[in-house]
């Protein structure tokens, strides 16, 4: 996750929060989660500079806060799991639980 998010620009991040937060997401399902965080920063700049509201010649990009994904997983929820019963079944038989 910390990978997705650039750790370095994103300090402070709680990951045992995010891991509660995305129970049963699958490792596609927060990679999601963790572009549409990205992205929250860059949002927030673009209505900056559509609103008019930038002051000097720099805008700087800020990092992926808490809130920002509290905000991704209200849009992006777990994939829906298709013949779970059939994986958890060979998984039991075949593979390790």
């Known amino acids: 996750m910390a990978k997705h998010l650039n750790a370095d620009r994103a300090p402070g991040i ?3 929060w995010i ?6 997401f699958s ?12 992205m929250r920063p860059l949002r927030r700049i673009m209505n900056q500079l ?6 000097g010649d720099r805008v700087k ?4 806060t808490d809130e920002d994904i509290l905000a991704a997983c209200s849009v992006v929820k777990p994939a ?6 059939k994986y958890t079944h060979w998984a039991e038989e075949y593979g390790s639980v």
């Open 19 to 24: 891991a509660a937060k995305t129970e049963g």
């Open 61 to 64: 990009l800020g990092p992926v």
């Open 50 to 55: 559509e609103s008019g509201d930038v002051s």
């Open 27 to 38: 490792g596609s399902d927060v990679v999601s989660l963790c572009k549409e965080a990205a």
């Open 80 to 85: 829906q799991r298709v013949n779970d019963d």
């Open 14 to 16: 709680d990951y045992d």
